[in-house]
């Protein structure tokens, strides 16, 4: 059986057929795919369109859905959750709310009913226990897939919530997660043997649905190059205030041109417009605001580096997608994606907290116009070795590994 964190080629070439015969489960296999919320879920409908193709009798169970992205519907099944609450409890030192999702017990009665055979679910919460408890009555595995740990998930020495993990992995049959710091977080402090973690790239980006719908980018396109964007929701936990503060530093600097594109909308918005004027640097700003997931493709075909400034970050997406689209990146080192980053290779991986640090990288990019390019066919060919299809055959390879212990 082949191990996933290590054929990362050869899983990606796996047919369905050959998979069968590499001790792969069958393909009539009933498989629960677990999440009170995919309010994001867009970045994962690529990977639910994989995974069916190999296990047709997939559902996705979930309170919170988006609705299908275009020209994704009908390509995977996806079944409402009842009675789902998300209750903020406070929030963490850089402002990141804190949150606890609560799922109503009637989630156990709809997987009783469609009894499946392997459940996989994402997290540390209410619905994980139901599985469990589903377990414990049908005899099923248990895989959970686990973005990662930082800051703002807490969990660490002496906490209810670590006490609470501990309990839980104890029945899980797997885990499967992103970064090698939620590996060791597991093995040193939730105690889960190195036998029952996977270490492998989940989360990634699909070219095509980024680019499903267009979109009106003219004053996009006109901006003047470089052109450095930022991608998510501008808060100063995900460090756009930093980032503001590093350009600023690369304009006093006297730098060649350059602009900078944040695309995005969140509560902070107008906060931090204000900032940027307060540092007399909004003329060089394009704020997008808010665009559609699948029209995000036209923004990462138009920049010359993509910026993750984050001061904590479970994992950042953003940062595949762009190099999905043979972008250059600069990518904070508190940010668990960080580990598909190759610092000097397709960007540079950077203190988050020191806006000086920032802003010479930055300005490497200015001085030396060639290094985008040499980084963007890098990130290309980085992300070549994680697409959708890879994590559903290394998903597969979990599966079979849950169903032989």
Not at 172 to 190: F, G, H, I, K, W
Not at 334 to 342: K, P, Q
């Given at each position: 059986m082949l191990e996933p964190a290590e054929q990362p080629a050869q899983v990606n070439a796996i047919s369905t057929t050959t998979a069968t015969r590499l001790g792969f489960p069958r393909r009539h296999l009933r498989v629960a795919w677990l999440a009170p919320s995919l309010a994001r879920g867009w970045r994962w409908q690529a990977v639910f369109r994989e995974f069916t193709k190999l296990f047709p009798?997939?559902?996705?169970?979930?309170?919170?859905?988006?609705?299908?992205?275009?020209?994704?519907e009908r390509s995977f099944k996806v079944r409402r959750l009842r009675g789902t609450k998300v209750l903020n409890i406070?929030?963490?030192?850089?402002?990141?709310?804190r949150t606890l999702t609560w799922v109503s017990p009637l989630a156990v009665w709809q997987l009783l009913r469609f009894r499946p055979e392997v459940i996989l679910t994402n997290g540390f919460h209410a619905c994980t226990l139901y599985a469990l408890l589903v377990k414990m009555i049908l005899r099923v595995r248990v895989i959970l897939l686990w973005q990662g740990v930082s800051s703002e998930t807490g969990g660490g020495k002496g906490s209810l919530r670590l006490a609470y993990r501990r309990l839980i992995a104890r029945f899980?049959?797997?885990?499967?997660?992103?970064?090698?710091?939620?590996?060791?977080?597991?093995?040193?402090?939730?105690?889960?043997?190195?036998?029952?973690?996977?270490?492998?790239?989940g989360e990634v980006a699909d070219i095509e649905?980024?680019?499903?719908?267009?979109?009106?980018?003219?004053?996009?396109?006109?901006?003047?190059?470089?052109?450095f964007l930022f991608v998510g929701t501008p808060t100063r936990g995900k460090g756009v205030d930093k980032l503001l503060e590093a350009?600023?530093?690369?304009l006093q600097c006297g730098m060649g041109p350059s602009s900078l594109a944040i695309?995005?909308?969140?509560?902070?918005?107008?906060?931090?417009?204000?900032?940027?004027?307060?540092?007399?640097?909004?003329?060089?700003?394009?704020?997008e605001g808010f665009v559609p997931y699948e029209a995000l493709g036209a923004y990462y075909a138009n920049c010359d580096v993509l910026v993750l400034p984050s001061l904590e970050d479970t994992w950042g997406v953003v940062v595949q997608e762009a190099m999905a689209f043979g972008k250059a990146v600069l990518c904070s080192r508190?940010?668990?994606?960080?580990?598909?980053?190759?610092h000097g290779i397709n960007g540079f991986i950077f203190d988050a907290r020191n806006p000086e640090e920032l802003a010479d990288y930055m300005a490497q990019f200015i001085r030396e116009p060639d290094l985008i390019e040499k980084c963007g066919m890098a990130s290309r060919e980085i992300s070549e070795r994680h697409t959708p299809e890879v994590v559903a055959h290394r998903l597969a390879c979990a599966l079979a590994k849950a169903l032989a212990c």
């Open positions: 009798e997939t559902v996705v169970f979930t309170n919170i859905w988006p609705g299908f992205t275009p020209g994704f406070g929030s963490n030192e850089t402002g990141s709310a899980l049959d797997l885990v499967a997660t992103n970064t090698q710091d939620s590996v060791e977080y597991l093995e040193r402090l939730v105690r889960t043997p190195p036998s029952k973690i996977l270490h492998f790239t649905t980024l680019r499903r719908t267009e979109h009106d980018r003219t004053a996009f396109r006109q901006l003047t190059r470089p052109v350009y600023r530093r690369l695309v995005g909308d969140g509560p902070e918005s107008a906060d931090l417009r204000q900032f940027a004027r307060d540092l007399r640097i909004d003329k060089r700003i394009r704020w508190y940010a668990g994606v960080r580990e598909v980053v190759e």
